[in-house]
């Protein structure tokens, strides 16, 4: 199938205007802190809302049953994370403390095999801690382990740098896709009865010859794009584990 080409020279792509913010780089910064929490170690009994580090073992009938084991597990009490019962009965335990555990599986439980049953989990204490949200300083700066950044300006500039490579990435995108369209716009297959090229009012070129008219939209004013508060595709890769 032949392609007829349009006036193609001296067609002209609208490069989007995308800027970023000092706002921007803050937010980038608050999910590096929510995301790295420092860890509390705390002595005395496990409460609500800390974070107990448990071996555990399940039993049904004085036999172990499969899925029911795990050692130095961090759970977080009060997460719901566990079957009804069980997270509650972790609170006042101490380091080294054993404990058994009582409690009968939802009767809805996806295991057949388990639900409405009663259990007992054999449960040791290893480790008690909570999580405050980190501060934004240079002992934070280097423990995300990225290379040749030590300190909190280090950082800084790093998002920048960062996000001027997103910033530069989404304008060479749009330039890709808008002249990509302008070119089509100007070309037609010879197969739908486009054999020949007028201008359109604004000077835009146009199919007249027996096929609907292409024309390349005047740009509208609504081509301006803002950079988002918080780029989901920014990642940082870090040397944490």
């Not at 009865?193 to 009012?201: D, I, L, M, V």
Request: include cysteine; charged fraction near 25%; hydrophobic fraction near 35%.
């Amino acid at each position: 199938m032949d392609i007829l080409l349009g006036q193609y020279k001296g067609l002209k792509a609208t490069i989007p205007v995308i800027t970023y913010t000092e706002d921007d780089v803050n937010a980038q910064i608050g999910t590096l802190l929510a995301g790295n929490p420092t860890r509390v170690n705390k002595e005395g009994p496990v409460a609500m809302g800390d974070t107990a580090v448990i071996d555990y073992e399940g039993f049904k009938d004085g036999v172990p049953f499969d899925g029911g084991k795990a050692e130095k597990y961090p759970l977080g009490i009060g997460s719901g994370a566990f079957i009804p019962g069980f997270e509650e009965q972790i609170v006042g335990m101490e380091i080294g403390e054993d404990r058994d555990i009582n409690l009968s599986f939802p009767e809805q439980y996806h295991a057949p095999d388990l639900a409405g049953k009663e259990v007992v989990f054999k449960v040791k204490l290893h480790e008690i801690y909570s999580e405050k949200a980190s501060e934004l300083n240079d002992e934070f700066v280097v423990s995300l382990a990225i290379p040749e950044v030590k300190t909190v300006d280090d950082l800084k500039k790093h998002i920048s740098e960062y996000l001027d490579y997103e910033v530069q990435a989404k304008k060479d995108e749009a330039l890709r896709s808008d002249s990509f369209f302008f070119l089509l716009s100007a070309s037609s297959r010879s197969s739908r009865g486009c054999h020949r090229r007028t201008a359109s009012a604004d000077g835009s070129p146009a199919c007249t010859a027996g096929n609907p008219a292409h024309t390349v939209p005047a740009d509208d004013g609504q081509n301006n794009r803002s950079f988002p508060r918080r780029s989901k595709a920014l990642r940082f890769q870090t040397g944490k584990a």
